[in-house]
T-cell receptor
Framework: GAVVSQHPSRVICKSGTSVKIECRSL??????MFWYRQFPKQSLMLMAT?????????EQGVEKDKFLINHASLTLSTLTVTSAHPEDSSFYIC?????????????FGPGTRLTVT | TQLLEQSPQFLSIQEGENLTVYCNSS?????LQWYRQEPGEGPVLLVT?????EVKKLKRLTFQFGDARKDSSLHITAAQPGDTGLYLC???????????FGGGTRLMVKP
């Protein structure tokens, strides 16, 4: 149990275009999902908390108009990188919190490698 | 703001050796989680520890939680190349139960 998928796994886009990344909890409902960004050889940095049916909460320094998050259902959250630039190239990882767990464990998707040319 | 420090940052060992990595917090953990992340993949939850002094075993991995709940160690016995990866400790924080991560220990086990 507790499987989280992400799509696509890799995407290459041109500068100025937008890219949508999907995160799905496959066998549980997730009222809360999280989006992280990871640069090479570094740890994960939380970008935003996505709550089903309400607006996302963004961490300090993360542009909410650039990184649009929609949590439309209990099993799906999407991250749209708008007007992408090369500096947005990174590994984006989502996680979903399993409310069934005693300690609200988070389970991570496999990540999406975004390259902006 | 809670700070999690992991050491060492990098570790390269031969197959069959034992190793220990550490995670120290500037404040008491709510619940400490250890993850392993392989290149190009998302982190995979290994264990959650909550009680001070707790010891949990997962095959060749032994997790210890300090009595004061401010530090933890992960010991791997007879490391194998499949243990290679980034080991991350994390704590839940805030009303939203967000995770804050340490900087990670990057382990490479050579055959």
């Amino acid at each position: 149990g507790a499987v989280v998928s992400q799509h696509p796994s890799r995407v290459i886009c041109k500068s100025g275009t937008s890219v949508k990344i999907e995160c799905r909890s496959l066998d549980f409902q997730a009222t809360t999902m999280f989006w992280y960004r990871q640069f090479p050889k570094q740890s994960l940095m939380l970008m935003a908390t996505s709550n089903e049916g309400s607006k996302a909460t963004y961490e300090q320094g993360v542009e909410k108009d650039k990184f649009l998050i929609n949590h439309a259902s209990l099993t799906l959250s999407t991250l749209t990188v708008t007007s992408a630039h090369p500096e947005d190239s990174s590994f984006y990882i989502c996680s979903a919190r399993d409310g069934r767990g005693l300690y609200y464990e988070q389970y991570f998707g496999p990540g999406t490698r975004l390259t902006v040319t | 703001t809670q700070l999690l420090e992991q050491s060492p940052q990098f570790l390269s060992i031969q197959e069959g050796e034992n190793l220990t990595v550490y995670c120290n917090s500037s404040s008491v953990f709510s619940s400490l989680q250890w993850y392993r992340q392989e290149p190009g993949e998302g982190p995979v939850l290994l264990v959650t520890v909550v009680t001070g002094g707790e010891v949990k075993k997962l095959k060749r991995l032994t997790f210890q939680f300090g009595d004061a709940r401010k530090d933890s160690s992960l010991h791997i016995t007879a490391a194998q190349p499949g243990d290679t990866g980034l080991y991350l400790c994390a704590d839940r924080m805030g009303a939203g139960n967000m995770l804050t991560f340490g900087g990670g220990t990057r382990l490479m086990v050579k055959p």
